[in-house]
């Protein structure tokens, strides 16, 4: 791993963002050498982006993509309550990021951290949904709007509680509550008791079958260890199969 002897923008440029920090084997390793990382001014980012814009510079897409490594970190720890593992939410993040950076325009008058917010919660929710315990968990519009927000949402219904000195020992949503949910988002309360069925764990099965769809679906069975596979083998393989298929140069 190459390392920064200082904070230098310049030095972030490099063809191979992912030779400057180490490897999600190492998680906390890459988390501390990713928050190290200087971040750009406004006219060192401008320059960049037109730079890989105008020229596909590669180096300065290196730069782009460094400065920004603790923006998928930050985002990426906003996912932690879905028991997904946090390496592979920062690796499905950083494939956001560098789709992020391929499509930036400079001249658009937006920062790169606010542009790339987008493409990095899109990416990690396409995990999510592809990966988690449950079956066909959202498959609607409506299901992922409340699949996404239903946990927040109870969350802030139970500080309003405490704060009113009411009760706050319930796991579920009141006839109020589930309404407020549906006004919100503009889906039926029905919908609501559904999902939250689900999140709450009423919806598991350990080994489902194939969708209507044909398309695959996962259950708890299919997590269980594999013995002939070392988990950080597994990880830092499929990061670099996931960088050289979506890396910068093809995004």
Known sequence: MTTLSGSSANQLAVANPWAMVPSLGNLDAYISAANRLPLLTLEEEQ????????????????????????LVISISRQYLGYGLPHGDLIQEGNVGLMKAVKRFDPDQGVRLVSYAMHWIKAEIHEYILKNWR?????????QRKLFFNLRSMKQGF???????????????????????????????????????????????????GPADDGEDTYGPIAYLADASQEPTAQLESRQRDRLSSDGIATA
């Open 47 to 70: 320059g960049f982006a037109r730079r890989l814009r105008d020229h596909n510079d590669l180096e300065a897409a290196g730069a782009l993509i460094l400065s920004h490594l603790r």
């Open 134 to 142: 449950m079956v066909k968990v959202a498959t609607t519009k409506a």
């Open 158 to 208: 139970k500080a309003d509680a405490a704060a009113a000195d009411a009760e706050t020992h319930r796991e579920t949503l009141n006839t109020d509550e589930i309404g407020e949910v549906a006004r919100k988002l503009n889906v039926k309360p029905e919908e609501v008791i559904e999902m939250e069925t689900r999140l709450s764990g009423g919806d598991v099965v350990l080994d489902p």
